[in-house]
Each structure stands twice: as C-alpha cells, then as structure tokens.
C-alpha cells in the first residue's frame, strides 16, 4: 500500500537511477532509449532534490486523490505521508522502468525543460505538474 500512496503513478516518480550520469544529455527524445535517458536524469535530478521534491509530490497527489482517499491522509498527517514517502523513496530503484513509456512527448519535453531550472525548489515546481497532468486512480 506504501507504494502505491507514495510514488506509483508517476509517473510518479521515482529511481534507483543513480547509477545513470545525471549531467549527461539524454538522447533526443522520441525513442525507447531517449525515455529511458532522460527519466534517469530527471530521476537523478528527484534525488538530489528529494527535501523539495517529495513534499511537492505528496501535495500534487493530495490535490488530485491519488489513490482515492490519499487527500484525507494527508489533510490528516502531512509530515506522516512524506515520512512514509521517504522510507519508500530510498527503496524504489525501478521507477523509470514503470514510466519511461507512460507519459506522452509533450510531458517528456517538458520534464526535458525542467531539468534546466537551477534551483531544487524551481525543478520540483516545474516537474511535480508535468507528472500531476498523466496521475490516474
């Protein structure tokens, strides 16, 4: 259940793809291999913004119900979801397997442009509503 509350659907985000060189470009997008790229950089990037990024997630999928009922827990226990969130972030490693091909090029265009923000806090304002837009009960 935790891993459904925390990162499924992002298209949801997220990782295990530290292995990937976050300052390498990814390839042009529109092939398999280019999705795969770029979610590991944009994963890469999720990580090393993980203070900003996951409260920005936990809000995102508070704001859309996603799953059902995930509005209330967290209107209940904000910092109890992003704790339990946390725990599962530093366990997920196949998040790019499950969305690489799940968002459509203009969300991977999108993300593409979020990875140009300098700030953490200006990646996860720029990344959490690209995966917000494709997030499904």
């Known amino acids: 259940m935790l891993r459904s509350l925390a990162l499924a659907a992002v298209v949801a985000a997220l990782a295990g793809c530290e ?44 704001r859309r119900d996603v799953p059902p009922g995930f509005a209330a827990r ?23 397997d ?8 203009d969300a991977w265009l999108s993300a593409q442009a979020c990875l140009a923000v300098d700030t953490c806090g200006g990646f996860a304002r720029c990344i959490v509503p690209v995966f917000e837009k494709h997030f499904t009960n």
Do not use: K, N, Y
């Open 19 to 62: 292995t990937h060189d976050a300052e390498a470009d990814p390839p042009a997008h529109g092939s398999s291999a280019a999705q795969d790229a770029l979610c590991a950089s944009v994963m890469v990037r999720a990580r090393t913004c993980t203070d900003d990024f996951v409260p920005a997630l936990i809000d995102a999928r508070a």
């Open 98 to 105: 499950r969305i690489a091909g799940a968002l459509p090029d």
């Open 74 to 96: 967290v209107a209940a226990d904000r910092d109890g979801a992003i704790r339990d969130a946390l725990v599962e972030w530093g366990q997920d490693d196949a998040a790019c």
